[in-house]
């Protein structure tokens, strides 16, 4: 399994890669939210700016919202025309639950003001329960990422769309209190001094991994 330190590893070889990426896209998030000069200005000179660019991406959403994306399954030439309805029944009510169209809207706002969007599949605990064992399902979820510019991807990947990549990590602050709410049972303790910043004051930093399958 994968240990602390091997994750750390991964995330110190990612982080150097990504960052002039990440940093670029945090950078034109802050241009189309109004940060478009410099904040210390040269005393006696009046800085004034009229911002246009949510004018451009509002539009774009706008176009989005009117019309959302959603998945769709379609058999292939030798396919099952009624398997494919059904898993398409399955995603449009996972679609459904999730409140998706925001989740997608999110993510391509996020594209239009930053160049990079993302959104995750999770899965939850649902509020219907199994009736053999009594207990809640889990159940597939679609949720939006806060901030995609924390994400950090396999730095080896090279193709469009980093299909070729072999992991993905997912960084989230929160604070204690809720790490605790949401792992019962776990301590926070912080496992390596050289990484203090992911555990600063009443917040401490998770990391989620996924990795390729080999077969």
């Known amino acids: 399994g994968l240990t602390f330190a091997g994750a750390h590893e991964l995330i ?13 896209v945090t950078a034109c998030a802050k241009f189309e939210d109004g940060h478009q000069w410099p904040t210390e200005a040269p005393p006696g000179v009046l800085q004034l700016t009229y911002n246009i660019c949510p004018s451009f991406t509002n539009h774009a959403g706008n176009v989005v919202k009117k019309n959302p994306p959603s998945i769709k399954v379609i058999q292939g030439d030798e396919g099952d025309e009624k398997i494919a ?23 391509f706002d996020q594209c239009t003001s930053s160049s990079f969007g993302m959104w995750r599949i999770v899965v939850e605990e ?6 053999a064992t009594g207990k809640r399902r889990t159940e597939l979820r ?9 994400v950090l991807i396999d730095p080896t990947a090279e193709q469009p ?25 776990k301590a926070v303790d912080s496992f390596d001094t050289e990484v203090k910043e992911w555990f600063d004051g009443d917040t401490v930093t998770i990391a989620e991994f996924w990795f390729k399958d080999a077969d």
Request: charged share 30%; net charge positive.
């Open 161 to 185: 769309g980093m299909v070729d990549m072999e992991w993905f990590c997912l960084p989230t602050t929160m604070t204690k209190k809720a790490f605790e709410h949401e792992f019962k049972g």
């Open 85 to 107: 309805k059904r898993f398409d029944s399955l995603i449009d009510d996972i679609e459904n639950r999730s409140f998706a169209s925001s989740v997608y809207t999110s993510a």
């Open 126 to 131: 649902g509020k219907r329960k199994d009736p």
């Open 142 to 150: 679609l949720r939006h990422v806060k901030n995609p510019a924390t």
């Open 12 to 24: 110190r070889q990612a982080q150097p890669a990504w960052k002039p990426i990440m940093d670029n």
